[in-house]
Nanobody, 128 residues
């Protein structure tokens, strides 16, 4: 079955960086969207960054543009989120999720409602 396992969360100070990893397994298609979502206490889950398997097209939320970078290593079946210049407002549980498409596609969406499978999350806390 499809599994996504996040790692790399932790407590950091403002301005520091962190790398999250999402190890995936059980995919039955080469066509998918995969990305990172976060949910802070009392807030809705939001799409942070997503990447398309088709051509590597990426999406970033405005709040993280220029600071976060999503990447994938197909040989290792792993997706990464490099987070730089972290701010206290980045504090949240971060989840890896995927939308399995099963056919060639030319769009990229990064909405929590569109994802089929989710990891259990990893906590990122930014505090001095």
């Amino acid at each position: 079955q499809v599994q996504l396992v996040e790692s790399g969360g932790g407590l950091v100070q403002p301005g520091e960086s962190l790398m999250l990893s999402c190890a995936v397994s059980g995919f039955t298609t080469h066509y998918y969207i995969i990305g990172w979502f976060r949910q802070a206490p009392g807030k809705e889950r939001e799409g942070v960054s997503c990447i398309s398997s088709n051509d590597g097209t990426t999406y970033y939320a405005d709040s993280v543009k220029g600071r976060f970078t999503i990447s994938r290593d197909n040989a290792k079946d792993t997706v990464y989120l490099y987070m730089d210049s972290l701010k206290p407002e980045d504090t949240a549980n971060y989840y890896c999720a995927t939308d399995l498409v099963y056919y060639p596609f030319d769009y990229l969406t990064c909405a929590a409602s569109g994802m089929d499978y989710w990891g259990n999350g990893t906590l990122v806390a930014v505090s001095s």
